[in-house]
């Protein structure tokens, strides 16, 4: 996109404020509401399909700016390193950072599962403040959680879907990640 694309795109949200601090290299300060509106705008300018896309896009970058660096803090990288079923690291990763959510940020997450899948359930705050939407539209978050969980599996991709969206009218944001055959054969054993 580009740093100009991205300040066209900031002004389009209506977050002349960020373009601004972004211009004057300042480090923004990233509220919830703002990501709301930041993902309207792609949504608006691209279609839901291309906007969502280029949100998840948005997310892994994010991830690589900042949360990298988040991720060795948490000890990440360690859970990833230890020989343990994919599963059980997908788990212990996807533990570790909604305590840290739970801690530092606006949202409340709790974490659900089945047989095939984990569920990350994002109760309140979230990716798409203040949205009205007929399709998920969180796409920064999955980028973002699969961007993490795969870096921690040492690359190997994670794939995240977001099932029901606040957005949407649902109670709460629901991404689903499964479990993996590997993970669950090596469980099983
Ligand atoms: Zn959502």
Redesign the pocket.
Known sequence: MGRDGLLALLRLARLEDWAQEIEDDFRPTVTFEAVGRLSAALDELYGPTEGQWLARQVGHRAFRLGAEGLGFALGLADVGRRLLPPAVKIRLGMETLAEFFNRYSDQRVRLGEDNDFYYWI?ESG???YG?RTTY???GM?TGLLSATLSWMRGGAGVEVQ?V?????G?PH??FRIPKGKAGQRQHNA
């Open positions: 994002a979230g990716f798409c949205r998920p539209a969180c978050a977001e029901e969206c606040r957005a949407q649902a944001c629901t």
